[in-house]
């Protein structure tokens, strides 16, 4: 018998009779549950983000072009890439931000530009999650990874009334089982890495600075 049967050997004698059981996450997100108001979801959203070193600007649906256009010009951006057929696509395009550059030829045609002259990205966010302070982005063809991946800054839009509690009830609640996209993105702040003597650096792999533009109602301003 040979070393790597006696191994195998060994392993197969040592496996259990049974698999063990696997916890029901059903059950363990039950037991986690804190059905939390709105009010608490966003301020625990914020509250995790900020700590993250991502930034939270509250708007409107009526002046969420306004803020943005104000942000551009407060942050000197001179290109901010964005899906010109995404869901927020014509909302921007009668903004009035001059800064708009449209994702709309393939990224060989146009690298150099994109990776050294475009200053933002805009994306939406089809959710958050109030434990984490985490984006969910869905890329899609119109809105792909590269907009939010790239550019040095990304701007996000999500609404308030997608902050879930916890991952699970994201995926519960929007059902992810039946349409879960080729790409799903959890962003919890800019890109960040630590080397071995632990410094923290941002923008290593992507951007460094995140901006959340969370759409609520005028009284929760």
Known sequence: MSARDRILGRLR????????????????YAARRTDASRAERIASFCLQMTFWRGG????????WTARLRELCAAKGIGSLLYGAHGVHGAAL???????????????????QELFENTDAGFTSACGAIAETGTLIVWPDVEEPRLISLVPPIHI???????????????????????????????ISGPSKTADIQQTLAYGAHGPKELIVLLLVNEEEL
């Open 13 to 28: 004698g040592s496996a259990p009779a049974v698999a063990p059981s696997l916890p029901d996450a059903h059950a363990l």
């Open 56 to 63: 939270v600007m509250r708007v409107t649906t009526d002046s």
């Open 93 to 111: 395009a009668a903004a009035g931000i001059h800064s708009l550059t449209p994702y709309d030829r393939p990224v060989d045609e146009w690298k």
């Open 156 to 186: 996000a839009l999500v609404d308030a009334g997608n902050i879930h509690d916890m991952l699970f009830a994201a995926m519960i609640n929007d059902s992810w089982s039946g349409r879960l996209p080729t790409n799903a993105l959890l």
